[in-house]
């Protein structure tokens, strides 16, 4: 969701862990698409075995007893009150005779009600039946910070209508100036909330805003909706707002805010992250992300960063694994100026993700946690917010603990954005912004500390930096797969010398190979069997400088033993390279 993306340079889309109901449940009872949302009668709750409107994570009753039915419309089903509230399964979706069978007309297609929440909602026959939907006010965004502010306005921030393509994943971006959606640039405001605009919401998962430097680059064609992979501009890498499925809004702590207009951000980078299930070609989604803003500026402008770690290795088989992410506190004291004041935090898994916890170290080894998840669940995000702000210290560290349960892997799950791959990030909220270096995140590389990575893998992730595109173009116009083609082994050995093509980095480089998707797949494998091509004439290289003047040679080695280590030199040099 974040800048914790940037290692798959070469992908496009890929394929995240699906979160959604899956539409062919609903063909699978009567009436499944059409069954009201208890708390807005004119919307429909898409995801009827879930908790979730949306779909996704923890079952309802009704979802509960579908599975325990195999995921059929059984005479059972049919007669059982999942819920609680009186009327049976069948009477609720409109086959009060339990007579109906897959693909055929529900006797009724009208007064259709939910079989997994007890209605009325709140009333007295439904106290303690509906726990995760106790009032319809649990579903309604409740911010003091805007409602006690007569000042404060919203904008919506939204994605020009654009079809949605006809594949399971897709990331669509576009930049947008703030004073095309009515905000005054003659004028400072703090974004002191947010809240999802869904035009889709079978189709949404999680919407992201950036803010946007004054000397960022963007293209003119990002200005309008483009494919993006997490966010690639230049210049545009401040996380100030964020939606996902299962959340109402984000209401931010009341001594600071993200500061746009005339000093501060006055363009953002809108990402939406949709999934296709189905892969259907006619949907046009036009979602987007309310800002709440207001001219009475708060105490502090705020900021964003994220700790976590990146080379993840999942055991398979494993009920209980552990992943740990540092920022260090040589780190802190990089990119710290003074103290900042944490004041919310986010955590980030997958699917097999099951408990996280972050926390901040003192200089004297006190241990402050900042967000404690017992029991983690990737559909329902949890956004903490402290009324008395965690203070830190440079020279402070940060650690972040992810605990997986892979019992059900067979193979080592690492780190990606796909299905079966996994992350481990805590994003935490701050101020003031000015205090800790913009733009600038603390996650671990493996053992490598992230003010120790001379890897820049922000601008190598950037198709349109000036020196990716040098490196891009070489590489095509020189170098083929399978020979080392003339002219070839100047620019890969010029490659081989980048810290990002070196050990570890190069390592994981490769490893975005594991991708899902085959048509990405093939053409990072491309870009490699390209760079790898001369590896026999690189390894070479390497040992040629041997001669008949050598130590070993004149110390009264046999040619056949001056061969036999020449051999092992290449060996050893070829594995070095690939």
């Known amino acids: 969701m974040m800048v914790d993306l940037r290692l798959r340079l070469f992908a496009a889309t890929c394929v995240l862990y699906q979160v959604h109901s899956y539409p062919n449940f609903r063909e699978r009872i009567p009436n499944g698409f059409n069954v009201t949302n208890p708390c807005d009668p004119d919307g429909n709750w898409l995801g009827v075995g879930h908790e979730a409107i949306g779909g996704g994570g923890k079952r309802n009753s009704f979802g509960l007893d579908f599975a325990g039915q195999g995921y059929t419309w059984t005479d059972t089903l049919c007669r059982k009150d999942s819920d609680g509230d009186g009327r049976a399964n069948g009477e609720e979706l409109g086959d009060p005779s339990c007579a109906w069978e897959q693909g055929s007309v529900p006797q009724r297609g009208s007064d259709i009600s939910h079989p997994g929440i007890c209605e009325p909602v709140g009333s007295e026959q439904c106290k303690g039946k509906n726990t995760f939907l106790e009032t319809c006010s649990d579903m309604v965004f409740k911010c003091d910070g805007i409602d006690n502010d007569a000042d404060s306005f919203s904008v919506d921030v939204l994605l020009s209508s654009s079809p949605v393509p006809a594949k399971e994943t897709t990331y669509m971006c576009q930049a947008i100036d703030l004073k095309d959606v009515g905000v005054n640039m003659e004028i400072d405001?703090?974004?002191?909330?947010?809240?999802?605009?869904?035009?889709?919401?079978?189709?949404?998962?999680?919407?992201?805003?950036?803010?946007?430097?004054?000397?960022?680059?963007?293209?003119?064609?990002?200005?309008?909706?483009?494919?993006?992979?997490?966010?690639?501009?230049?210049?545009?890498?401040n996380l100030i707002g964020i939606w996902s499925v299962g959340l109402t809004g984000f209401c931010y702590q009341e001594d600071a805010g993200f500061r746009v207009g005339k000093n501060g951000f006055k363009t953002?980078?809108?990402?939406?992250?949709?999934?296709?299930?189905?892969?259907?070609?006619?949907?046009?989604?036009?979602?987007?992300?309310?800002?709440?803003l207001t001219p009475n500026l708060r105490s502090n402008d705020a900021g964003m960063l994220t700790i976590g770690q990146l080379e993840l290795n999942i055991p398979p088989y494993t009920a209980r694994h552990t992943e740990k992410g540092t920022c260090s506190s040589k780190c802190t004291e990089r990119f710290m100026s003074g103290n900042i004041n944490i004041v919310g935090a986010m955590n980030h898994m997958h699917g097999i993700g099951t408990a996280v916890t972050s926390n901040m170290v003192s200089?004297?080894?006190?241990?402050?946690?900042?967000?404690?998840?017992?029991?983690?669940?990737?559909?329902?995000?949890?956004?903490?917010?402290?009324?008395?702000?965690?203070?830190?210290?440079?020279?402070?560290?940060?650690?972040?603990?992810?605990?997986?349960?892979?019992?059900?892997?067979?193979?080592?799950t690492r780190y990606g954005d796909s299905t079966?791959?996994?992350?481990?990030?805590?994003?935490?909220?701050?101020?003031?912004?000015?205090?800790?270096?913009?733009?600038?995140?603390?996650?671990?590389?493996?053992?490598?500390?992230?003010?120790?990575?001379?890897?820049?893998?922000?601008?190598?992730?950037?198709?349109?930096?000036?020196?990716?595109?040098?490196?891009?173009?070489?590489?095509?116009?020189?170098?083929?797969?399978?020979?080392?083609?003339?002219?070839?082994?100047?620019v890969v050995r010029e490659i081989f010398q980048e810290p990002c093509f070196q050990g570890v980095h190069l390592r994981n480089l490769k490893n975005s190979m594991n991708t899902e998707d085959p048509e990405t797949k093939l053409a990072i494998?491309?870009?490699?069997?390209?760079?790898?091509?001369?590896?026999?004439?690189?390894?070479?290289?390497?040992?040629?400088?041997?001669?008949?003047?050598?130590?070993?040679?004149?110390?009264g080695a046999s040619r056949n033993s001056f061969a036999l280590f020449a051999l092992i030199c290449i060996f050893t040099n070829l594995k070095s390279v690939m």
Not at 375 to 395: A, T
Not at 531 to 552: G, K
């Open 189 to 237: 405001y703090h974004l002191v909330a947010t809240k999802g605009y869904v035009d889709t919401l079978e189709l949404l998962h999680h919407v992201v805003i950036y803010g946007c430097s004054d000397d960022a680059n963007i293209e003119e064609k990002q200005r309008s909706p483009t494919e993006c992979f997490m966010n690639r501009i230049d210049g545009c890498e």
């Open 268 to 292: 953002v980078v809108l990402e939406l992250h949709w999934n296709n299930v189905e892969e259907k070609s006619t949907f046009v989604d036009s979602s987007g992300i309310t800002l709440f």
């Open 363 to 412: 200089g004297d080894g006190k241990v402050t946690i900042i967000s404690h998840e017992e029991s983690y669940d990737y559909n329902s995000p949890k956004f903490v917010v402290f009324e008395r702000p965690l203070v830190m210290e440079p020279g402070y560290s940060l650690e972040v603990k992810c605990h997986y349960d892979s019992s059900l892997r067979g193979e080592t």
């Open 420 to 490: 079966s791959e996994e992350m481990c990030f805590t994003v935490i909220m701050y101020y003031p912004a000015n205090n800790w270096e913009q733009g600038k995140d603390c996650i671990s590389h493996g053992e490598i500390e992230a003010c120790e990575d001379d890897c820049d893998y922000e601008s190598l992730g950037n198709q349109s930096h000036p020196d990716t595109m040098r490196r891009n173009a070489a590489l095509y116009t020189h170098c083929e797969p399978g020979h080392c083609k003339e002219g070839c082994i100047d």
């Open 525 to 555: 494998m491309d870009y490699f069997y390209r760079l790898d091509s001369c590896n026999a004439e690189l390894a070479w290289e390497e040992c040629r400088t041997w001669s008949d003047d050598d130590p070993l040679v004149m110390g």
